[in-house]
């Protein structure tokens, strides 16, 4: 008799035995031993794109983790390629390991960390889970580094430097007398003595481009001299003790020491050159003071308590301190001041005083804080990789571009440091273009230099900038061809 039923067909074997030996490979590839008995061969691909476009991010990494289980999860990370493809590969222990708390991240250069949850495996053949996760970064911007929002504008430490800025300038302009002003940093002082003394005091104050300003004002309409005053105005903020120790700690002891250098020589041939293109006698708006006599105002003694305590508060003010402290150091100079204030002045000297404040509140307020809040939202929507054509440039022109760059922007006190740091290492610029930038960030800005106007006029404000950032990228260049390119302490 014939056997009529169809013989059984058996699947064949071979496309799941190399899918498993494949996944194997992998795993052993990415240093991943053979699957146990509760583990799961877990396979992860996608595409690493710019977010809304489809362009590919050609470097970075993505990485497999579990969120505040580093002690029992070891990461897994698989490079991006160039044509911004991944394929990571993991072994997971599904028993105590849940598939649904991992998360999978994009880790690019010049772009902001994308983290998202691991969507569901699907079943390949042989056991393999396998997920595809296209990832869309998007591209870091200025504002990521340096957030003017919260380091100037949106925090209480702005008011503790900018009220006593404004207190002690207007206090120099109505109580200071011109014969100390003139004798100090006036036109017929002996030169070493002026400039010494105005790039000195870039040591002592701790201040930004923008509240410089009063103070500059005070001892400008005072009757200084103009190549002393302009030493002082770029000195003063470009010259802080602070940023520079902070330069020298996360950027390097060379750059942190050439940085001091080239400031204290910069200021003095600001100051040579402004005296030589304008004069060095008074400002025209010299001896407008409120009182016109330095008899009609308070005591020699009140008058050096009275500044003392200002700067006293102001550098206070600019410390990263508690509250606590802060108030603890601040709460006795400011008894002082208002029983000074009381005590010492008469009604005609704290109105005069009162004057001048308002004054130079009126001449800066109306175009800092606007000034700022626009460059503040220009930083936020302008992404880091503008500046990928310094990426190893060293040449004089990328090192002028750079200081004009640091003229134009807005930096708080120490966020320069940052920023450049930022730069070297993140985006590989040059060390001639950081360091242009990081000699004129802190020295000059946009809003300063609008507010600077309305005190010196246009000539002055536009030979003082001009003067600054050639400057400030003749000494950049000179740095990067001593020094040669740029390797992180980390590194060492």
């Excluded at 799961?40 to 595409?47: D, N, S, Y």
């Excluded at 800025?165 to 011109?178: D, E, K, N, R, Y």
């Excluded at 090192?399 to 134009?408: C, K, T, V």
């Excluded at 800005?445 to 990228?473: E, N, Q």
């Amino acid at each position: 008799m014939l056997n009529l039923r169809r013989p059984r067909l058996q699947p064949d074997p071979r496309p799941a035995a190399m899918a498993a030996a494949l996944a194997v490979l992998a795993m052993l590839a990415g240093g991943l031993s053979p699957l146990g008995a509760a583990e799961q061969a877990l396979v992860i691909r996608g595409q690493v794109t710019r977010a809304g476009t489809t362009r590919p991010v050609t470097a970075g990494e993505v990485e497999l983790r579990w969120p505040g289980h580093e002690d029992r999860f070891q990461t897994v990370t698989a490079p991006i390629r160039e044509d911004g493809s991944y394929l990571l590969s993991a072994s997971i222990d599904t028993a105590a390991v849940p598939l649904a708390d991992l998360t999978v991240s994009a880790i690019c250069p010049a772009h902001d960390v994308l983290e998202v949850a691991l969507p569901a495996p699907t079943d390949g053949d042989g056991g393999v889970a396998v997920v595809t996760v296209d990832l869309g970064v998007s591209a870091s911007t200025l504002n990521g580094i340096l957030n003017i929002f919260q380091c100037c504008i949106l925090t209480w430490s702005a008011l503790t430097v900018m009220l006593p800025a404004f207190l002690l300038g207007a206090a120099i302009t109505a109580f200071v007398p011109s014969q100390s002003i003139l004798g100090l940093l006036g036109p017929q002082a002996p030169r070493g003595k002026a400039y010494g003394a105005a790039v000195g005091a870039g040591i002592v104050l701790s201040l930004c481009s923008c509240n410089v300003v009063p103070l500059f004002a005070g001892i400008w309409r005072r009757g200084a001299g103009t190549g002393p005053a302009f030493a002082f105005l770029y000195s003063g903020p470009a010259l802080d003790l602070l940023p520079i120790i902070f330069t020298c700690q996360v950027i390097g002891l060379p750059f942190g020491v050439f940085r001091t250098v080239a400031v204290s020589v910069i200021a003095v041939a600001v100051g040579v050159i402004m005296a030589r293109l304008f004069g060095e006698g008074r400002s025209e708006a010299a001896g407008a003071a409120t009182l016109p006599p330095s008899e009609d105002g308070p005591s020699r003694r009140v008058t050096g308590l009275l500044v003392g305590l200002l700067l006293y508060l102001l550098i206070i003010g600019s410390m990263a301190l508690s509250w606590r402290l802060r108030l603890g150091l601040t709460a006795p100079a400011l008894a002082g001041l208002a029983v000074l204030t009381w005590r010492g002045l008469n009604r005609e000297q704290r109105g005069a005083w009162r004057l001048e404040t308002w004054q130079l509140l009126r001449l800066v307020l109306p175009v800092l804080i606007p000034a700022v809040l626009v460059i503040g939202l220009v930083a936020m929507h302008t992404p880091l990789t503008v500046t990928r054509w310094l990426s190893g440039n060293n040449s004089l022109a990328a090192s002028l571009a750079a200081a004009a760059f640091g003229a134009l922007m807005y930096f708080p006190i120490l966020t320069e440091v940052a920023f450049t740091k930022a730069l070297l290492k993140v985006m590989g610029v040059g060390l001639g273009p950081a360091m242009a930038l990081i000699l004129t960030a802190p020295g000059l800005s946009l809003p300063g230099m609008i507010i600077l106007r309305r005190v010196v006029g246009w000539r002055r404000l536009l030979a003082y900038a001009g003067a600054t950032v050639l400057l400030a990228g003749l000494a950049g260049a000179l740095f990067a061809a001593a020094w040669g390119t740029y390797l992180c302490s980390c590194a060492l």
